[in-house]
């Protein structure tokens, strides 16, 4: 019992020698301190031992002070100096918005994020301090403590080194900080659970959850946990990091409006200067953006009094610059700024500030006369520099001066950052352009070629080409009507007997219509039915409908092909028909046209058609080599010229796999995939494309993690496998240990009470799961895992909850794909062999296949059996299946009931605690008084 008050008492006395309070025994520093605390433990531990199994005062104590002052010591400061080290070495880019945080992860980046960062050392060293000083052994009742609430609160709590909860929050933040945010998320939610107890613990945990929600883009989860904390009381420190992850969460929302409040307040309480200095730009850029110049332009003028460096004085001159009122002085300030040799290393900046105001003012030839002096100055070559080439390819682009404009964007865009508002702009002109200016170099040389009366025939052959796909670039990807017009007409006044001519027309008939100028695609439709009454234009034109199909091309299209689909399901032969022949005539050059020649020729087969099934099937190969459909229509033509016969009134395909058909067939002919066990492995829980909320599924993962692998982490990210997304959860260090995570997960009762949805595990190795990547059928791994490598997985996996993996895969168009349904009744009479079952089937499942083995079992034995005797099994087979569902409906009300009953109980215990959590501290805010006041009268 001695040493809790040296515990206690000696570190008070230490922080209050200048306040007349008498030491206990001679302390001349705290290094001496130290050493008469470290004597102490050690003649204690001399005594007592210091696992952390035991529980009792003394090992309590000595697990707090390792944890405090060795472990965690060293651990902080490895996490404050690699976060100082990030924020001195990031450059920031003063050209787009300033992340409030220089290690935030980009939303716009599309690399994966390997595991792991700078904040490595802080993990490992929290994970050795959980590992070997927390304790979670049990005291022994002291009889000679009263059977107080308090006391049975204390003695049910999971946690009794009184320090551990800063290593649990320590190393969620060193997670966050590393951007691991799903590891994050575990950690820090794991540390909620288990220090319940303590308010201030699960605040901080919380907000720091919120930072990770934020970065990942789960706004809706974030939001939720502000709403939490905006009604709790919270100590100075921690209200004043909830404000700041709370205007983080708010501007990555681009709710500037709600966020400058919060961003004023996290400006004021900041104490890294460099931090400052970057909030507090970042404040200038939200007004700016607000429309308040006014307040941007004071806020940028903060900077200048924050001891700020030179160049972070120039960007806030130059953001000033443009927000100021008053033109004319704004281009005379930053004229004087040029004439400084101090900014020699700041021309192009300057001279595309002058640009910008120049641009804002209309007087476009200054602005280009100023940014070709920005682009020539510049010695960086970097965001500066691209900014300013897309300013001049924008004018270049209105202007039509494609030649330089594409230039512009091309060279800009590999040094434009993704996150820039202007990226998707300029990487769809740069790829447009790339497309346009060659065919406008070539149609400019042969220009000069044929006033030089160079080869004029040849030249006239090129240039007409040239026009014609000139026109339709700016027709269907530029989206430059009017240029189309002008390149169209002078095709038809350069060439008016060209071949193309009824295309042209019928490109400038599209044209005006979606221009509005319904008498001059009029006048077109007319010339095309005059002058090409038997062509498929004239054709498509004649239909009343032609004009609102040409307006809404894609939709209507895509609707008959709909309509066309759902007619071969249901076997309406006469119909598919019909809407093929409506389908030549209106989209006869369209995408879909493919799927709607196989869908004519599967419906022959349905009314039992060799010879026109045949001439369908070659002109569809005839017209459209390379295609899926093709591809599939080949299958059946081998099938035939096999001597396969054909079966009239065939059931109609419900899915048709475009690829199974060809890979998938016979795994022999698959990729090897690796068969060495010992490799690391991932376990994938795979399931249908939002079929369930991922969030969810993590979750459940994250706290069968952590609460059956306190010590062990394991990394957890979604993937795609085709035609599934999965959670992968790694690593493991074989097939055989990733098999009894599994094992354990399926097993787990209250991770199957939080998924109902089903999935499927599926363990695999890294070097298997980059072959599935590479487009090897997953069906191809399942028949791989069950002939190879099983050794009774099925046992040793069962499915959480069964999915099966289809033989075929569904094609993910926007339009509905043509899938095979087996119904027993092929289009092309062949034997196949019965796949191998590689899955393990659910309790419904199960019954299902009893009961088809009953009534064939029945069947077969009809002679056998009499009447009576049939309708006898019948009955009782009924009667046990109904026994049954009854029984499982029991089982789930009983198991629902328990379950909320466990969440009331939870919710009154958490109350509970929470309030008793309140009473201690001011039971010891009362005790430390007391102790204070008995020694000043001392």
């Not at 409040?261 to 607000?290: C, D, M, N, W």
């Not at 996150?419 to 400019?444: K, Q």
């Not at 046992?795 to 993996?805: E, F, N």
């Not at 379950?899 to 010891?924: D, G, S, T, V």
């Amino acid at each position: 019992m001695l040493i809790r008050p040296l515990w206690i008492e000696l570190p008070m006395c230490v922080l209050r020698q200048g306040h007349g309070c008498k030491m206990l025994f001679p302390i001349l520093n705290m290094h001496a301190y130290l050493k008469h605390i470290a004597a102490g433990m050690f003649i204690v531990l001399l005594c007592t031992g210091c696992s952390s199994k035991r529980n009792t005062p003394a090992t309590r104590a000595w697990h707090e002070l390792t944890t405090r002052y060795n472990i965690y010591f060293n651990a902080e400061e490895a996490y404050n100096e690699a976060l100082k080290s990030i924020t001195e070495s990031h450059i920031d880019n003063y050209q787009t918005w300033l992340p409030m945080y220089p290690n935030s992860a980009d939303p716009n980046d599309t690399v994966v994020k390997q595991p792991g960062g700078p904040f490595d050392r802080v993990v490992e060293k929290m994970t050795t301090a959980i590992q070997e000083h927390s304790i979670t052994a049990k005291p022994r009742r002291d009889p000679a403590q009263p059977n107080t609430q308090e006391y049975r609160d204390w003695l049910r709590q999971n946690e009794f080194n009184p320090f551990i909860d800063r290593a649990w929050l320590l190393m969620g933040k060193a997670h966050v900080q590393n951007k691991d945010y799903t590891e994050a998320i575990s950690v820090l939610s794991y540390t909620v659970r288990l220090f319940a107890y303590d308010i201030d613990v699960v605040s901080e945990a919380q907000i720091w959850m919120m930072r990770a929600y934020t970065e990942m883009g789960w706004f809706s989860d974030a939001e939720g946990l502000a709403l939490t904390l905006q009604v709790r009381r919270l100590p100075k420190d921690l209200h004043d990091k909830f404000t700041e992850f709370y205007a983080f969460l708010l501007i990555r929302q681009e709710k500037y409006r709600d966020a400058l409040p919060f961003l004023i307040q996290t400006v004021k309480s900041e104490k890294s200067g460099i931090q400052k200095r970057r909030l507090q730009f970042l404040l200038g850029q939200v007004y700016a953006h607000l429309g308040e110049r006014e307040n941007a332009y004071n806020a940028f003028e903060q900077i200048k009094k924050l001891s700020t460096p030179y160049d972070e004085v120039f960007n806030a001159l130059v953001a000033q610059s443009q927000v100021a009122t008053g033109d004319g002085e704004i281009i005379g300030e930053l004229q004087k700024m040029a004439e400084n040799k101090k900014n020699s290393t700041y021309l192009d900046r300057i001279y595309a500030a002058i640009g910008d105001v120049y641009l804002s003012r209309n007087n476009v030839e200054k602005a280009i006369e100023n940014y070709l002096l920005a682009e020539e100055k510049s010695v960086r070559n970097g965001v500066e520099k691209a900014l300013t080439q897309v300013a001049l390819g924008d004018i270049y682009f209105e202007r039509k001066d494609f030649l330089k404009a594409g230039s512009r964007y091309s060279q800009a865009l590999g040094a434009l950052p993704r996150s820039s508002g202007n990226y998707a702009r300029v990487e769809f002109r740069t790829d447009v352009l790339g497309e346009l200016v060659p065919h406008m170099e070539v149609l400019a040389r042969q220009d000069s070629l044929r006033q030089l009366a160079v080869q004029p025939d040849e030249s006239d052959k090129i240039i007409e080409g040239e026009l014609f796909r000139i026109g339709s670039i700016a027709k269907d990807r530029l989206g430059d009507f009017e240029f189309a017009v002008e390149v169209y007409n002078r095709h038809l006044t350069d060439f008016p007997e060209s071949i193309r001519r009824k295309e042209v027309y019928h490109q400038l008939y599209q044209l005006y219509l979606r221009m509005g100028n319904r008498a001059m695609a009029k006048s077109l439709r007319d010339k095309i039915i005059s002058e090409f009454p038997q062509s498929e234009y004239a054709a498509a034109m004649s239909d009343p409908d032609y004009e609102h199909v040409v307006r809404n091309y894609a939709r209507v299209q895509d609707s008959l092909y709909q309509q066309t689909y759902l007619a071969y399901r249901q076997g309406q032969v006469e119909t598919v028909q019909g809407n093929f022949k409506r389908a030549q005539k209106l989209f006869f050059n369209g995408h879909l046209m493919p799927k709607f020649m196989l869908l004519n020729a599967l419906s022959l087969a349905q009314s039992g058609n060799p010879e026109q099934l045949n001439t369908a099937l070659s002109e569809l190969i005839q017209k459209h080599p390379g295609t899926e459909e093709t591809k599939m229509a080949q299958q059946i033509l081998a099938g035939l010229s096999e001597g396969k016969t054909l079966v009239a009134n065939v059931q109609p395909f419900s899915g048709i796999d475009w690829e199974s058909h060809i890979v998938a067939g016979n795994a022999a002919d698959s990729v090897c995939f690796e068969k060495e066990k010992n490799l690391p492995h991932s376990l994938l829980l795979l399931f249908s494309p939002n079929s369930l909320r991922k969030n969810e599924l993590l979750f459940a993962v994250s706290d069968f993690n952590f609460s059956n692998f306190q010590i062990r982490s394991f990394h957890t990210d979604y993937t795609y496998v085709f035609p599934y997304e999965a959670l992968q959860i790694k690593p493991f260090r074989s097939f055989e240990e990733a098999g009894r995570y599994a094992s354990m997960l399926a097993g787990d009762s209250i991770f199957r009470q939080n998924i109902t949805t089903g999935i499927v595990p599926l363990v695999i190795s890294d070097k298997n799961l980059e072959i599935l990547r590479d487009g090897e059928p997953l069906e191809n791994y399942i028949s791989f895992v069950t002939n190879e490598l099983s050794d009774g997985l099925s046992d040793s996996i069962p499915l959480i909850v069964s999915v099966k993996i289809p033989q075929t895969i569904t094609e993910t168009e926007k339009n509905v794909p043509l899938e095979p349904e087996k119904t027993g009744k092929p289009d092309i009479a062949s034997k196949k062999p019965t796949p191998k079952q590689s899955e393990r089937l659910t309790d419904e499942q199960r019954l299902e296949e009893l009961e088809r083995k009953a009534e064939e079992a029945l069947r077969q034995t009809g002679d056998v059996f009499s009447k009576r005797d049939r309708e006898r099994i019948l009955k009782e087979r009924e009667e046990a299946r109904k026994e049954w569902i009854k029984q499982r409906e029991r089982d789930l009300k009983q198991r629902e009931k328990v379950r909320k009953e466990i969440l009331k109980q939870r919710e009154r215990e958490r109350k509970q605690k929470l309030k008793e959590q309140e009473r201690l501290r001011k039971e010891k805010l009362k005790e430390r008084e007391r102790i204070v006041q008995q020694r000043n009268e001392k």
